[in-house]
């Protein structure tokens, strides 16, 4: 009975492909496309993907060149394999290719494309932009939360220390650690308890979230599939933003109860101030704050979580290297003190370390 329903399910979609191959087909031809692979009817290229796709992309690249044509299911794909390609699409038609594809991703788990990552380029994006620069990353603004990442730093070391000479994983330790630095800068620490939400909680939705975003959901990509969900992904989006509404809501209301008249704290406070001021040019809805407040609370603890783990796996590999960077902090910091964030512009060794991590792993190897 199972093979019968999935034999029928297969004959209606070679049935279905047949109309948007005569479609396809009887559109105009006299476009001048780079070349690519053989597209296959439904799936395009997507068979081409395999589990590292950029390394898939790279090895087609030597056949087909440093700019190649691909199909996502019914989407087209242009890859870029070179420098001067990547200069094209980033740097000197960077507006045209600004924008990401609107996936479910960011429709169901940021807000409807509320955030910086999902927005498409407009002036929504742009303002956001000019938020984040101008007002929530400032120097002066992140000075003010020095003492947060100090607090927040030292905790993670001692819990280190206290782990020496016994197997653990530096992962959770680490995404520990970004995310109460984070959560502590952009909303403060006091929600954190049984009545509202725990950190590990918190994590939980986090890591969801980066699970949702980068899963592969077949819908994106043959959009005429999209409602027969049939990952169940979509179904779990919409329940990660629910839960992350709960939370929002909380943090929000709070924020709104404090007098008028006061001195932002956190990020939140921040964004509230600015989603009241009447001269924005495009008005900073509740999912609007909720969506940047998400997107804080989430860039910021993948980047710094990734960053490290890559440093880390690179520096076992090269114990010189590691001995280079002693020898640098020994001479800048000394043995008597901690590390504090002034000593980074004299660290240039350690700099290049992170540069060089960045470069070989790119915390996004796919845009």
């Not at 019968?4 to 070679?14: E, H, I, N, P, Q």
């Amino acid at each position: 009975m199972e093979n019968s329903w999935v034999f029928l399910a297969l004959a209606g979609l070679v049935v279905l492909a047949f109309p948007c191959k005569i479609t396809t087909s009887r559109r105009p031809v006299n476009r001048k496309l780079p070349p690519g692979p053989k597209q296959w009817p439904i799936i395009g290229n997507l068979n081409l993907l395999g589990p590292i796709p950029h390394q898939s992309f790279d090895l087609r690249s030597k056949k087909y060149g440093e700019l190649m044509l691909l199909k996502f299911g019914s989407r087209p794909v242009l890859v870029a394999s070179s420098a001067e390609m990547a200069k094209q699409f980033l740097k000197i038609h960077d507006a045209n290719f600004a924008s990401r594809p609107l996936l479910a991703g960011g429709k169901y788990t940021s807000y409807n494309y509320c955030d910086m990552t999902w927005a498409p380029y407009g002036p929504y994006w742009r303002q956001a932009r000019r938020i984040y620069l101008n007002e929530i990353l400032t120097p002066k603004r992140l000075d003010m939360f020095e003492y947060i990442r100090v607090e927040e730093r030292q905790t993670f070391i001692s819990q280190l220390n206290s782990l020496a000479r016994k197997p653990f994983f530096l992962k959770d330790h680490l995404s520990r650690f970004s995310l109460c630095s984070m959560t502590r800068m952009v909303l403060s620490n006091k929600y954190f308890g049984e009545s509202t939400v725990r950190v590990e909680d918190l994590q939980h939705l986090v890591d969801q979230w980066f699970l949702l975003n980068g899963a592969f959901n077949n819908g994106d990509w043959i959009p005429w599939l999209s409602f027969l969900d049939l990952q169940g992904y979509v179904k779990q989006m919409k329940a990660l933003k629910r839960s992350f509404d709960k939370f929002h809501d909380i943090v929000l209301d709070d924020h709104r109860a404090k007098k008028k008249a006061f001195v932002p704290k956190d990020m939140v406070d921040v964004l509230s101030q600015i989603a009241q001021d009447p001269t924005l040019e495009v008005n900073l809805t509740d999912d609007c704050v909720k969506g940047l407040m998400q997107e804080l609370l989430t860039g910021g603890t993948y980047s710094l979580t990734a960053a490290v783990q890559w440093a880390f796996q690179e520096l076992l590999r090269h114990p010189k290297v590691i001995d280079k960077a002693i020898q640098e902090l020994d001479q800048v910091v000394g043995k008597e003190r901690w590390v504090e964030e002034r000593d980074c512009s004299q660290l240039s060794y350690i700099e290049t370390i992170l540069k060089e991590t960045l470069r070989l792993h790119p915390l996004g190897t796919i845009c």
